[in-house]
């Protein structure tokens, strides 16, 4: 398989997962209204949100696995570089709530910065080692 035939297969299932996992996130906030006691229709929403995250990891896998070894290369230090500001981030934040006066933070936005951070590493590696963004 060619690497455009790749990346095609890839944008085929992250775009359909990625509209699925939106639309889920917004129904819930629609219809939750942030109470403890969670009902059915929400918790079911949530398992439909959380089957799109993973169908996110599923394609991106698959990608990996189906890209030569120089594109693939960039691809896994672009998810460690998206991984260690995950991590860095929830780190300095628990210290922060743990022995500063801060709020908490919430995780649900663990998911968004991961994969903005790991993009724009993605993005920054592909310019060092080609000269370009594509």
Not at 28 to 56: E, K, W
Not at 72 to 84: D, F, K, T
């Amino acid at each position: 398989m060619t690497n455009n035939q790749a990346t095609r297969r890839y944008f085929s299932a992250m775009i359909p997962a990625l509209v699925i996992f939106l639309a889920a996130s917004f129904a819930i906030d629609r219809m939750s209204d942030h109470r403890p006691d969670v009902s059915v229709m929400v918790i079911g929403l949530m398992a439909v949100a959380i089957a799109a995250l993973l169908a996110f990891f599923w394609a991106h896998l698959r990608y990996v696995r189906e890209i030569d070894e120089f594109l693939r290369v960039i691809q896994i230090r672009a998810i460690i570089a998206g991984l260690a500001v995950v991590f860095c981030l929830a780190t300095a934040l628990g210290y922060l709530e743990l022995f500063g006066d801060i709020d908490t933070f919430s995780l649900f936005w663990l998911n968004p910065i991961y994969w903005l951070s790991y993009a724009v590493a993605a993005l920054y590696l592909t310019w060092r080692e080609t000269g370009s963004l594509g």
